[in-house]
T-cell receptor, first 116, second 114 residues
Framework: DGGITQSPKYLFRKEGQNVTLSCEQN?????MYWYRQDPGQGLRLIYY???????QKGDIAEGYSVSREKKESFPLTVTSAQKNPTAFYLC???????????????FGPGTRLTVL | AQSVSQHNHHVILSEAASLELGCNYS??????LFWYVQYPGQHLQLLLK??????LVKGIKGFEAEFIKSKFSFNLRKPSVQWSDTAEYFC????????????FGAGTRLFVKA
């Protein structure tokens, strides 16, 4: 089955710890994204990557870091510098077909991070 | 800065009622427009999209949306909702400049009473 997988589904972290959220896609998509979803605020873009070894900050990148060493993988690290990390994190990907760089996005099931 | 506004945060309807969810965006250029839906416990998924052509687009499960360029709007409609339409709906806009991100609205939670 083609799709996006995220792990873990639930993650608990103590204050001061860095944690890494996994995102893998087998859709052969060029672009990948990380969003944070908070109640009443919709999806806010953390980072996005158009191609391997390249990524750009989104609207709320502070306290987060990413890497894109492989086309199918785009892990997100939530660092201790992120002041309010408890949230639901969504990973997505999209293709670049038809001359449009950003077509519809396909989403993973999400990771719920709770900081204790 | 580009933004997307969804007019209603919570909507409660009875089955068979008609639905219209408002969406307005702020961007002066050409855009790609989307509505995504998140059913309880499921992935966020595409409901419908507009790139060009007929401004009235039809999506899955009887939903449709109309792009009105002069009003910067892309409202979602369904003539008769069902209990299974209970979900959160997100409007999204992607400026068609290539290499740009998608901006999401805050979402509208729809609850349909059986």
């Amino acid at each position: 089955d083609g799709g996006i997988t995220q792990s873990p589904k639930y993650l608990f972290r103590k204050e001061g710890q860095n944690v890494t959220l996994s995102c893998e896609q087998n859709l052969n998509h060029d672009a990948m994204y990380w969003y944070r979803q908070d109640p009443g605020q919709g999806l806010r873009l953390i980072y996005y990557s158009q191609i391997v070894n390249d990524f750009q900050k989104g609207d709320i990148a502070e306290g987060y870091s990413v890497s894109r060493e492989k086309k199918e993988s785009f892990p997100l690290t939530v660092t201790s510098a992120q002041k309010n990390p408890t949230a639901f994190y969504l990973c997505a990907s999209s293709s670049a077909s038809g001359g449009r760089t950003y077509n519809e996005q396909f989403f993973g099931p999400g990771t719920r991070l709770t900081v204790l | 800065a580009q933004s997307v506004s969804q007019h209603n945060h919570h909507v409660i309807l009875s089955e068979a009622a008609s639905l219209e969810l408002g969406c307005n965006y702020s961007y002066g250029g050409t855009v790609n427009l989307f509505w995504y839906v998140q059913y309880p416990g499921q992935h966020l998924q595409l409901l419908l999209k507009y790139f060009s052509g007929d401004p009235l687009v039809k999506g899955i499960k009887g939903f449709e949306a109309e792009f009105i360029k002069s009003k910067f709007s892309f409202n979602l409609r369904k003539p008769s909702v069902q209990w299974s339409d209970t979900a959160e709906y997100f409007c999204a806009v992607s400026p068609n400049t290539g290499g740009f991100k998608t901006i999401f609205g805050a979402g509208t939670r729809l609850f349909v009473k059986a």
